[in-house]
């Protein structure tokens, strides 16, 4: 019997009582013994979801989609990904004698940390979604982060679920000779483009260092890419998705129509991934479908709140994220006003640089009214507005719950933008808001 | 009146929101009637890089500039006329590196720079990388200020003759070293981030004189609205306790 184990399983009980969740029972039990992790017997199917965007997502569709299947699936599904969260719910999922009691556990795991969680989790599927510039302070670089992945895998022989499209995720196969590598991938579409202002990384060949040459890009840097020297790029997806129809909210794969859960080509590429990995361990795939048609995405994703004109709140946390949560917000009919809550807390990243990579001159439409930026560095939100000539429109409210208040007041459609450590706490003041 | 921008290897080194630098440059010259033309450069494309004004170069990660630093050295010629000839160069982290002596990344593989100046970088362990917000008093032209950026570099650089500014919170050149920057009447080079320009107004407006003075002689700067620009910096002077009036 493990006093770690104990602890942990008590203070979750405890903390499930209260009506409470967190990863305090983890922290105590990698306190008492830093091991903590690799001594539960796992069970048959250990899948690892990693990545910068869609984590959260991919990885709660993949629970869900076992479930379906049949399986007894424990996971993360609040999006506690460091070491503490994942000993939590390992804990919670464990029984006395850390014998997981499921047929599959279903990680989503911090791509900063993975590398250190991978020997002590020992995962018979590593899944990664895509690789962008994100939280660099955290990280130092993205470079590090893929070379640490790379490392780990080298002698992993699961299955290694790879996004085709994305050169900094495809690198992995390259170096993972003993997995069982299988590459998602979706073919053009009518968001497809030839050019692009949204590609930072993923420029070169990984192999010889010559520019790649991409055929077309989804977004940022994902699309169809290969190098003139080599054969980089040139892959044989175990899952394509050949067709995208927008109009309909489907896609089709493996001549199959499925419903996409939110319309859009990142939305069909967290599909594509999931699918591919139910193909690879064999499972039902149309059992995805009626996940997907179910799915609401998790607090904060495109999540409306009844103010007197309908307020979607958004999480941003990095370019490519906010490029693509702005897209959304400008495809919506009829004038609206924008709120941004910018933070810069542990969680959110500590350095707001990106906020200059990311293409806010988008909102510089007609239909956007005003701007408000609020949060901690509000007023460096509102100066990346101000040179994309937005200074008219803009207001900086420091108090997030006069924000909140404001948007309610000016009778019309809203989006919020929201940093992580604002996404929540502005969750909270548009329920009271909605309340009065 | 106007003005010629080279933004080298805009495709490669820009990390961390460099390119928000170039944005204040051309923005503020366009509110003063400056025509601005901010011409790109990349590997391979062969551009004589003289006959610019200024020339600015951000940073990248250690594997992008391992790819450039040859194109680089193939144009230090044109470079050194443009220094010659009294182009004002704006350096970030990375672009600061590659003008010094050398650069040594975290695989202990040399990289070789411009060698204009005898500044050298060397990388260091993940312990002593030098992450996180900074406050400065700089001094560039007589002009003494405060200024804020967000560093994240690993190399510390050494050998630093006469650098930019006095670190009043954070790291700078060396962890924990004190002193930030390299600064000479041509050239700025700096670790600063953020983007550097859109918080420092007065860093943005002195390095367009010095622009502006190769063709067009002394300049005067119409003042600008800078109550947002002002108002990001000291909320961050403010936070990190070290703000004074100025």
Known sequence: MSIALKLAQLSRSLLARAGRGGSLPGTIALKADPDFISRFKMPPKVIIVTGTNGKTTTSNLIAESLRKNGLKVINNHRGDNLNVGIATVLAAGSDSNFNIQADAVVLEVDELTVYRQ????????????????DQLDRAGEMETIIRKLMEVTENFEGDLILNGDDPNVLRIADNAKKA???????????KTRTETDEASEGKF??????????????????????????????IQPELLVPEIDFAAGTFTAEGHVYHSFVNSVFGVYNCACVLCLLKALGLSMEAADEVFIGYELKEGR??????????VINLIKNPTGANEVMKYIL???????????LNDNDQDGTDVSWIWDAHFERLNVPEVKRIICSGKRAYDMALRLKYEGLEDRLQVIEDAGEAVRWLDEQNLDSYIMATYTALHSTRALLRKQVKR | MNLKILWMYHDLMDLYGDKGNIQVLKTRCERRGIDCQVDVC????????SGYDLIFMGGGADFEQNLIYQDLLSRREGLQ??????????LICGGYQLFGRYYKDQDGKIVEGLGFFDYYTESTDRDHRCIGNIAVQAAMDGEVFQAVGFENHGGQTKNVATPFARVLKGHGNTYDGGYEGFVTDQVLATYMHGSLLPKNPRVADLVLKRALRRRHGQVELEPLDDTLEKKARDTMLTRLGVRVED
């Open chain 1, 205 to 234: 060949c990984p192999r010889c260092g010559n520019r790649l040459i991409y055929d077309y890009y989804q977004y940022s840097h994902i699309g169809r890419f290969h190098c003139d020297h080599d054969d980089f790029g040139q």
């Open chain 1, 331 to 341: 495809s919506r009919p009829g004038d609206k006003n924008v709120c941004i809550f």
């Open chain 1, 180 to 190: 069982r590598v299988r590459l998602f991938s979706v073919g053009p579409n009518e």
């Open chain 2, 42 to 49: 990349t590997i391979g494309d062969g551009l004589d890089v």
């Open chain 1, 302 to 311: 495109n999540e409306e709140f009844a103010l007197s004109k309908p307020c």
């Open chain 1, 118 to 133: 991978f020997s002590a989790l020992r995962p018979t599927a590593l899944v990664v979604t895509n690789f962008f510039r």
């Open chain 2, 81 to 90: 006329k443009a220094l010659d000839d009294g182009a004002a160069f704006l």
